[in-house]
C-alpha cells in the first residue's frame, strides 16, 4: 500500500505540473521555460522509481476495499494527465506551427511532414 501512496502522490504531482504547462502554454503562447521542463524530468526520473517499486510490491492485501479504490484513484489521475499532456501537445504544435508559418517566406505552401516531425521531437 506504501508503493502505491507513493505513485499517487508522484502522480497528483506531475497532474499539477501538467496544469502548469498548460496555463503556460496558453497563455504565454510560446514552449515552456526550461525550469519547468527540468522540473517535468526530474518528476519522470522518480515516476520510474515509483513504477519500479509497485512492481516489486508484495500482492498480498492487493484485493482489500481501501487499496482498490486508491488504485482506482490513482488509475483516474493517470487518465487526467495523459488528457491534459495531449492537449499540451496540440497547443505546442499549433504554437510552433504559427512561429513557423509568420517566419516562413510568402511564397510557403505550408509545414512539410518532415519539420512538423522536427517540431514535435524538438518540444517533446
Given at each position: 500500500m506504501e508503493a502505491l501512496q507513493q505513485h499517487q502522490q508522484l502522480c497528483d504531482e506531475l497532474h499539477e505540473l501538467t496544469l502548469e504547462e498548460n496555463r503556460f502554454l496558453q497563455q504565454?503562447?510560446?514552449a515552456p521555460d526550461?525550469?519547468?521542463l527540468e522540473k517535468k524530468r526530474t518528476l519522470v526520473a522518480r515516476l520510474d522509481d515509483t513504477?519500479?517499486?509497485l512492481?516489486?510490491?508484495p500482492r498480498?492485501?492487493?484485493n482489500?476495499?481501501?487499496f482498490r479504490?486508491?488504485?482506482e484513484k490513482t488509475r483516474s489521475r493517470i487518465l487526467q494527465i495523459l488528457q491534459l499532456d495531449k492537449e499540451n501537445e496540440q497547443l505546442l504544435l499549433r504554437v510552433s506551427l504559427t512561429g513557423n508559418r509568420l517566419s516562413a517566406p510568402p511564397a510557403s505552401t505550408g509545414a512539410s511532414p518532415s519539420m512538423l516531425q522536427k517540431i514535435y521531437q524538438r518540444h517533446r
Open positions: 504565454h503562447q510560446r526550461t525550469p519547468l513504477l519500479g517499486a512492481r516489486n510490491a498480498d492485501g492487493t482489500a476495499p481501501g479504490h486508491a488504485l
